[in-house]
């Protein structure tokens, strides 16, 4: 049983088109962090949220953390072939000391 | 400034060999991890160390062990390998930006068959 879900599994859409992947807990985490991975490379940080509600953008991605720090969700506008790759969720235990990732979404971006 | 390199980047066993995965970062973080990737799995800890001479089981530790050597190396051992350790091994460092936030910062991964 996964302790992080994220939904879809599978996203595939056209440039230009705007898209939000989930990321669900029935567990509240200290902070929670967004990570993007490309074929045979580690994951890379894009965000960290540790405050409920929190909002944060990053250029044409908005991350929200949920009021109850459970949830969290990521938000692409207007899509972009580069942005193809598998986006995982990480929420952070023991006061951000280790994590426990979710399975990941794989997006594909099509021009 | 390299960031975090490992060593190798592909290997291929038979069951029962042993191996050492090696780990280090040059970024003078704390803390240091080691995660598996396995399709539709995500990625699970399997060790990680908050700082040096100090190692912790995560959520998959059976069947490896860790060494932390100093404070920019930490090392996985398979000591007899088993088909279900097929898997990409990442290493991860991390440093606190603050009581709650860690920010980690992964290798390019060790690709691992065991036959």
């Known amino acids: 049983t996964q302790l992080l879900e994220q939904s879809p599994q599978f996203l595939s859409i056209q440039e230009g088109e705007n898209l939000t992947v989930y990321c669900n807990s029935s567990s509240v985490f200290s902070s929670l962090q967004w990570y993007r991975q490309e074929p045979g490379e580690g994951p890379v940080l894009l965000v960290t949220v540790v405050t409920g509600g929190e909002v944060k953008k990053l250029k044409r991605l908005t991350f929200q953390f949920g009021d109850a720090r459970k949830d969290s969700s990521l938000h692409i506008t207007a899509a972009q072939p580069g942005d193809t790759g598998l986006y995982l969720c990480a929420g952070g235990r023991n006061y951000g000391q280790n994590f426990v990732f979710g399975p990941g979404t794989r997006l594909s971006v099509l021009p | 400034n390299a960031g975090v390199t490992q060593t190798p980047k592909f290997q291929v066993l038979k069951t029962g060999q042993s191996m050492t995965l090696q780990c280090a970062q040059d970024?003078?973080?704390?803390?240091m991890y080691w995660y598996r990737q396995d399709p539709g799995m995500g990625l699970r800890l399997i060790y990680y160390s908050a700082s040096e001479g100090t190692t912790d089981k995560g959520e998959v530790p059976n069947g490896y062990n860790v060494s932390r050597l100093n404070k920019r190396e930490f090392s996985l051992r398979l000591e007899s390998a088993a088909p279900s350790q097929t898997s990409v091994y990442f290493c991860?460092?991390?440093?606190?930006?603050?009581?709650?936030?860690?920010?980690?910062?992964f290798g390019p991964g060790t690709r691992l068959t065991v036959l």
């Open positions: 991860a460092s991390s440093e606190a930006l603050s009581r709650t936030g860690y920010e980690q910062f």
């Open positions: 970024m003078n973080h704390n803390s």
